[in-house]
């Protein structure tokens, strides 16, 4: 048996490790593998709500996605009221909606596609996506740099150059929700992309 590990972890060699063949196509793999498990819970009706880098993950031949405590979907579940995830992995519609309402917020599949895609730039690189004023301020002014889309410019911060997943992770990080991939498209990108 194969010890369970997060989407951090399971990026970490890439994170490290020199640019080669086989680590481009180990990122992808993971990538790809992340997104089929974020589509199967959509397709069933779910969305997470909280999507963060431990919240997916790896153990044996199966990709989980774990800690379900926000999620929304077509059964009932026991009502409270959701202001949001994990800061870093906030989409900017949700980071918007909390700052401007102290009511419920829903979650969406578009969100999720931005979290993970957050949750990856984040594991790979290992700087948040979002290009905070002042890191070290509250959640209220972090949460406001993250719904005017201030975005880190990824080739500063990447640990070396690799267009393809690059592009799927800046199109899951689309400012507008409609110009993202939903979970399952994002998974045949990145499926179909050659290392």
Do not use: K, N
Not at 163 to 187: K, T
Request: aromatic share 8%.
């Amino acid at each position: 048996m194969v010890r369970a590990r997060g989407l951090w972890d399971a990026l970490e060699a890439a994170h490290r490790s020199a640019d080669t063949a086989a680590e481009r196509r180990s990122i992808l793999t993971t990538a790809a593998e992340a997104a089929e498990a974020l589509a199967e819970l959509h397709a069933a009706g779910w969305t997470h709500g909280d999507l963060q880098p431990d919240h997916v993950v790896f153990e044996d031949d199966a990709v989980r996605i774990i800690d379900l405590a926000c999620a929304q979907g077509p059964v009932p579940m026991p009502f409270y009221v959701h202001r949001g995830g994990m800061t870093h992995t906030t989409a900017p519609e949700v980071a918007a909606s909390v700052i401007g309402s102290t009511e419920h917020i829903a979650t969406t599949p578009e969100a999720d596609v931005w979290s993970l895609a957050a949750s990856l730039f984040w594991s790979w690189t290992r700087t948040p996506p979002t290009d905070y004023r002042d890191p070290d301020s509250g959640r209220a002014e972090l949460l406001a740099d993250i719904a005017t889309g201030r975005l880190r410019d990824l080739a500063a911060v990447r640990p070396w150059s690799f267009p393809p997943f690059e592009d799927a992770v800046l199109a899951g990080l689309a400012h507008d929700p409609a110009r993202r991939p939903s979970a399952a498209v994002l998974a045949r990108f990145l499926r179909s992309t050659e290392p």
